[in-house]
C-alpha cells in the first residue's frame, strides 16, 4: 500500500519544538529527528481534523471540541467571504459564474427531473378541471391508467436507478451520465407529442412516457451523487479541506437543484397558464389551453436536456477518473464483484440504513408531492381555481428550499451534521403528522386550520433540512468507491418503494387516513439512522478508502485509524466491536510507512524520466518536503519496518494500562 492511494494531507501548522504529545513517543521509535517530526505532523494531520498537539477533533472533551469546532468554522467562513469579496471586486459577477460552476452545473440533471417528476402533481388539477370525464369521473378514461400515472414513473425510476447505478460502477460515471441525459431527452420529446386517437390512448402513452422518462430520472440519482462526491476530492489522489470540510455541502447543493426544479415547473405552469387562458388563471379552463399548457411546460425542458447531453459528452471526460483510479489500484477491469460481496459482509448494516431510510422518507416526500392538490384543498375547501392551488403550492416550494439550503449549510457541521440532521428531521415529522391526525376535524375544518397549514409547511421544511437531503448523500457516502454507485442505485431503488407505496396506499384512502399512516414512517427512519447509519461528518472520504483497502486485502485488523473511531461508527458497529483496533499511535506509523512507499515511487519515476523512460505516476506527485526526503533516504534499509515498529508500540500498550498511548482520547476512543 502507498499513501498515494489516498491522499496527502493539507498541512496541520508549524510545530518548531516537535513536542506534540500525541505522536513524540512514535517520534523515538521512528528514528525521527525533531525537524522532521514537525514536518511529518504538519502532513499527516492538517488543523482542520487536529489540534497542536496532535489530538483528532472527535477525541477531545466536550468543552475542547466544541471551542476547536467553532473556531475552525469562523476561519474557514472568514477565508471563504475574503475569497468571495475578491472575486467581485475583480468581477462582479465572478460569484455567479462560480456558483454555477460549481452547484447548479452539477445538479442539472436533478433540476431538470425534479422539473418533469412533480409535474405530475402540479399538472393534474388542470387536467381534471379540463378533461373531468377523463381524468375525474373516468366515464372516457380507464381508471387503472389513470391512477398507473402516478405509479408507473415511480417504477421505472426504480428500473433506472438499479440499472444504472451497475453501469456507473461497471462502464464509468461518464458513461452513466451521458445514458441519463439522452434517456431523459427522448422520454421528454415521447412527453411533448404524447397523444390517442382516444383520451384514454392519450393517458396510455403519457404513463409510457412517463415510465421512460423515470428510468433516466432513476440513474441521475446514483451518478450525480457519486461523480459530485468523487469531484469533490480533486482527482482522486489529493486530500483537501475541500473535501473534509465541504463535501457534503458540495453534494448537497448539487440536490437542492431538485427543489429548484420545482419552483420553476410551478413558476411555468403560472405564465403557461396566463398565457394561454387569455391573461386569466380563473376557472373554466378550455381543453385548448390545457393542451398548450401541458405540452410546451415539457418542450422547455426538453432544450434544456439537450443541453445536458452535449455538456456530459464533451465537458466531463474525466468524470470517471476516481473510479478508474481505484480500479486500477485493485487490478479489476470490468464490475468488482469482490468488492460487491465484501460490501455486503462488512456494510450490510450500513444498507439497511441507507435502504430503510430512505423508503421512509419518501412514504413522506412522495406522498407529500404527488398528493399536493389534495393536501391544499384542506386549507383551501370549496376553492375552484388551479391558480390559487399552484400560488400555495409554490409557498411550499419555497419553504422547501429554505430547508434544502440550511441542510447545506448544517450538513458539514462536526457538532450537527449528518447523522442528528437525519433523525430530527424524521422526529419531526413524525410530530408534525401525528399531532393533525389524531384531532383532524379541529384542524382541518376548525379553528385551527391555520395551524395545521403551518405544519403541513414545517413538515416540508424538516423533510429537506433532514432526511430527503441527507439520504442522497450518505448512500453514497458510507459505501467505497468500487461499488459506490450500485450501493446508492440499491438505496435510492429501496426508497422509491416507498414513494410506490405512497402513490398505491393514497389512491384507496382518505386524507385523515394518510395522517394516521404515515407519520410512522418517520419514527421507523429515525430508529434505523439512529442504529445503523454512521456518522461520517468530518471524515476524510481518503480515509475510509485508506481502510476499504485493508479489508479488500484481507487485513481489517491491521487498520487503526479514524474511519473506525466510534464517532464515525453506527451503534451497531460499535456494538460489533468494528472500533476495537483505533489506536492513532499505531495508526501514525502505518501512515509514514505508507508515505515511505510513495516516495520511493517517486524517486522510482524521477529516476526513470532521467533515463529516458516514462511512468503512469509520475505526474501525481510534485515532490516531498526535504525534511521527508532526508528521512527516508537516512532510514533506508536500515530502520525497522512499520510491523516490528507497531509491535513494539502495542507491547509498550498493553504493558501499561491497555490503552493507546498519546493524547488523553477520551472515553469515546478507549471504547
Known sequence: MSVRDYGLQAPHGPNPQGQHVATKDTYNELHMHEGEASVFQSLLKPDDMYDAEGVYWADMPLGKRVNFVRKNDTAEAARELRSIGMMFKKDPLSPVGAYMRNMVIPGAGLLLEGYVLFSIGNIRPLLEASFPACWKDHTQCNVTWVHAIDYLEIIGIIVGQVLVGVIGDWLGRRWGLIQDAAIMFVGLLMLTAAWGVTQNGWVICYVWSLFFYGIGVGGEYPMTATSGMENAVGSGKVSTKEDRLHRGRKVTSAFLMQGWGQFFNQVILILLLIIFHHGSGNP?????????????????????????VYFRIYKMRSASKALNAAKKKSKVTGYDTQSLKLTFTYFGPRIIATAGAWFANDVFFYGN????????????????SVMVGWLYNLINVGVSLCGYYLASFFIDNKLYGRKKMMIVGFMADFILFCVPAFKYDYFATGPGIHAFQAMYFLSSFFNQFGPNSVTFLVAAEVFPT??????????????????LLAAVLYNYIDTQTKFYVVPWFGLAGAILTWAFLPDTTGLDLKEQERRWTYIRAGREEDYHGIAIHPKHLS????????????KPTL????????????????????????AGFEDDHAW????????VSAYFNRTRGDTPTVTPVMNAMEKKMSSSDGTDEGPNLGPAAKN
Open 587 to 610: 495508526d501514525y506509523a502505518a501512515k509514514v510507512e505508507e508515505m515511505r512507499g510513495d516516495w520511493e515511487a517517486w524517486e522510482r519515476a524521477k529516476n526513470m524520466e532521467k
Open 620 to 627: 501525481e506527485h510534485d515532490g516531498f518536503d526535504d525534511h
Open 571 to 582: 451503534v451497531w458497529e460499535r456494538f460489533r466491536g468494528v472500533g476495537k483496533h483505533y
Open 284 to 308: 373554466p379552463y378550455s381543453k385548448l389551453a390545457a393542451q398548450w399548457t401541458y405540452r410546451v411546460s415539457f418542450a422547455i425542458p426538453a432544450v434544456g436536456t439537450l443541453w445536458l
Open 482 to 499: 468500487p461499488i459506490r454507485a450500485t450501493a446508492h442505485g440499491f438505496s435510492a431503488a429501496v426508497g422509491k418503494m416507498g414513494a
Open 369 to 384: 408531492k404527488l398528493f399536493q392538490n389534495q393536501f391544499i384543498a384542506v386549507l383551501l375547501p370549496g376553492n375552484k
